[in-house]
């Protein structure tokens, strides 16, 4: 394979997940070599009891920020509806400080309505939610980026920020990366072109992800922006082993058979994960963010690191 990939493990920890669990992923996940962390940031369990509870993804990243050293640190995404958009700017720019600048704000409009109902969160309907999601981006890169001794004001349509310090900072100028994502035709691509770092395809076919890419490559040229400055990745459910049995075992394991992860995600022996990200290495995908549903089983991500990463 010409072109190098980054893999990124990624969790869903809101399916039953403690803090240790997640502690523990992400310490193999940094001894294995895998080049980040990250986790959902999702209130509410789907199909399934979700005990001991959902953990609020930023307080966990914050604390695995002190306890690695090394591994980037993000979320798949997070909901702009859940925080107020300078609470959501300290909030990441805290982390950041704690983890040395290793973290990455993946951020999106949110989209389970169920989880919102639960935590009395409001949830508008979608070009709404679209709106505030553009609010949230202007603000957040707004306040990252204020000097020292200046201030930034807002005044949109959903939220009027007046003269804020814009404090905390985060570690680098110009804040930590942003990453967008998701299957909208339009304002999907023209968020990405105007704010992010990365833009990334979740749970996607090679041939949608193509079609996506090229829809955000065209977001960039609209205005002036090289479209090359982005990273492209994609997001896909992984369940591999040594051999059919394992293969099958662990795409059961996570409430899948084989068959529904063929075209959307990445199933099979190591030779055959490698080959199928090849596909969308191809397209330009650089980076692999593997959405590891059975967090117990460590195993699987040794043979990921042993088996898969090193022909990457």
Excluded at 178 to 185: A, F, H, N, Q, V
Aim: one cysteine or more.
């Amino acid at each position: 394979m010409t072109t190098s990939i980054a893999l990124r493990v990624f969790i869903e920890p809101q399916q039953g997940a403690s803090y240790d669990d997640q502690l523990r992923v992400a310490k193999a996940t940094e001894e294995l070599g895998f080049d980040a962390f990250f986790r959902s940031d999702h209130l509410h369990a789907m199909g399934t009891d979700g005990l001991p509870g959902p953990t609020e993804s930023w307080s966990v990243l914050a604390g695995l920020a002190r306890e690695t050293s090394g591994i980037r640190l993000g979320t798949m995404v997070t909901s702009a509806t859940f925080r107020p958009p300078g609470l959501l700017a300290m909030t990441v720019a805290q982390v950041d400080q704690m983890s040395g600048g290793r973290v990455d704000l993946g951020i999106g409009a949110g989209w389970f309505d169920r989880e919102h109902a639960a935590y009395g969160i409001a949830f508008p309907a979608t070009g709404e939610r679209f709106d505030r999601l553009e609010e949230t981006l202007a603000i957040v890169t707004g306040l990252w980026r204020t000097a020292s001794g200046e201030t930034f004001s807002h005044h949109g349509t959903y939220y009027e920020l007046v003269d804020s310090p814009g404090l905390p900072k985060p570690v680098r100028a110009e804040g930590p990366p942003i990453i967008t994502g998701g299957k909208g035709k339009q304002r999907t691509p023209a968020l990405t072109a105007r704010y992010a770092a990365e833009f990334n395809m979740p749970f996607s076919s090679v041939e949608a992800s193509r079609v996506q890419f090229e829809r955000v490559r065209e977001a960039c040229s609209a205005i002036a922006r090289d479209p090359d400055e982005l990273i492209y990745s994609n997001a896909l459910t992984v369940a591999c082993g040594r051999d059919d049995a394992e293969v099958a075992r662990r795409a059961k394991a996570i409430g899948y058979d084989v068959s529904d992860l063929a075209d959307e995600g990445l199933v099979g022996t190591p030779d055959q994960v490698v080959a199928r990200i090849g596909e969308y290495a191809q397209l330009g995908s650089t980076r692999i963010y593997l959405q590891v549903l059975d967090l117990a089983d460590l195993d699987h991500l040794e043979l990921l690191a042993g088996s898969v990463m090193p022909q990457l």
